[in-house]
């Protein structure tokens, strides 16, 4: 691969731009198009055979378009269902995105785990197999948040959140003996990759200190390493957005960190 690859990095919206730092970061020298499907947001809320119906040819359309090296499918909601459809479907490599259950599970000392995402993750047979098969002896939670995806997209544009908005959907997750640290959860999984936009408010209204675990590191060092060696003579290549409703977009200075300093067209 000689020129600056183009990696595609695909959401229901902008929780994917969490996914894309972190990728920016490790390939500075590949040309980004992140696509936000937000005429199809929140896909939590569509059924699986929905969602399969949209993405699958969709993703053919901007495969067409685009002509990327590699996809990311930087949604939970989606990845848990369509990435045998979309391998089977088009030869370019995918990279998907999938509740850390694992790696939550391995370092969890109280061995109480909650997985946050949408009610569709959490609902998902690919969820419930990552837990039969890597829970190592943990108690795991599922935690459905019908609104916290929208809540971020909304923070995100700069609107108002409440506290109490996000303390509703993040309770749950909080299981056990609050006053013991040794029989209470102590690891939460982002299982949505809006989630991480709004970490911060999550750290702060959190009835005790947990680790969240978001996989968007992993996830930038698997696209590292099929991309293969830099191109090492470019320094810092270009980036494109895609809305599918055909918006413009709005949150130009909001975007630019997501996008390592680029303005994207
Ligand atoms: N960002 C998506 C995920 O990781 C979901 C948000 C939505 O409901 O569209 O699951």
Redesign the pocket.
Known sequence: MADSPTIMVF???L??LTVLREVVAARPDAHFVYVADDA??????HGEDEIIARVVPLMGELIAAHDPDLVVI??????TLVMTHLRAAYSVPFVG?VPAIKPACAQSKTKRVSVL??K??VKREYTKALIRDFAQGCEVTLVGSPEL??LAEAALSGNAISDDDILTELKPCFVGDPTDTRARTDTVVL?????PLLLERFAKLAPWPVDWIDPAPAIARRVSDLLGPRVSEIVQSGAEMIFTSRRAHTLGPALTPFFGGRVPA
């Open positions: 959401d229901s919206g929780g994917g199809f947001f929140p896909y939590g809320h930087a949604c939970n909601t989606a990845s995105t995402g949408t569709g993750t995806a929208s299982a949505c990759t809006h989630y």
